[in-house]
């Protein structure tokens, strides 16, 4: 008997981590969370940043089947840097509206598991604000464009109707800080809770 009990059991398992994979789903929800910015550059130039705290607030929808996902989001994002080059540093902030396409899988049944993902993500500037310390000079403005790429890779976890989410955004758009190049580039760690799935 207990050896039937085991049985059934595990082909319950089976079948309910089966259709948790393969069956078509669709998941629309909210997201909220923080970001840590940072600029590189390259070894030969005096730049230097320090990681500041920002935040990101805004909605994501999941398309899966077959164990894979496609999950397009769109949300406001503040991102805060500080920069020091030639005696100055400049306290720059920007807010954007940006729109990741994340293509990945899903392991996991019974309200638990792990998502892993990658790809790219659009930036629009819907606002940019910097304040000023030390010489100023040409090299104390941080031009940072209306429209700007990245590329993101993450793991997620879901326990039951949560998902935390933690993630690297490369930048791959330049951008200009007096006559150095650099890039912007981040961590972010959300909390997406869903609306409604299918």
């Not at 230097?48 to 999950?71: D, E, K, M």
């Not at 020091?84 to 990945?104: C, H, M, Q, R, Y």
Request: hydrophobic fraction near 40%; proline fraction near 3%; include cysteine.
């Amino acid at each position: 008997m207990k050896k039937i009990i085991l049985t059934l059991t595990i082909v319950a398992a089976s079948i309910s981590f089966s259709c948790a994979q393969l069956l078509p789903s669709f998941q629309f929800g909210v997201k909220g969370g923080v970001n840590f910015a940072s600029l590189s550059s390259s070894a030969s130039s005096t730049l230097s940043s320090s990681n500041q705290a920002g935040y990101l607030a805004g909605f994501w929808a999941r398309v899966g089947a077959l164990g894979f996902n496609f999950q397009p989001e769109i949300y406001i994002t503040g991102k805060n840097i500080n920069v020091s080059d030639n005696g100055g540093e400049t306290k720059a902030k920007f807010t954007s509206i940006d729109v990741p396409l994340l293509f990945g899988g899903k392991i996991g049944a019974f309200g638990l598991g792990a998502r892993f993902y990658t790809g790219p993500l659009v930036s629009f500037a819907i606002n940019k604000s910097q304040s000023f310390s030390g010489a100023l000079t040409n090299a104390s403005t941080f031009n940072y464009h209306d429209q700007n790429f990245a590329w993101q890779v993450g793991a997620g976890l879901d326990i039951k109707k949560v998902s935390i989410d933690l993630r690297y955004e490369a930048g791959i758009t330049k951008q200009s800080y007096g006559n150095s190049q650099t890039r912007v580039s981040l961590f972010n760690l959300s909390l997406a809770v869903p609306l409604f799935k299918l």
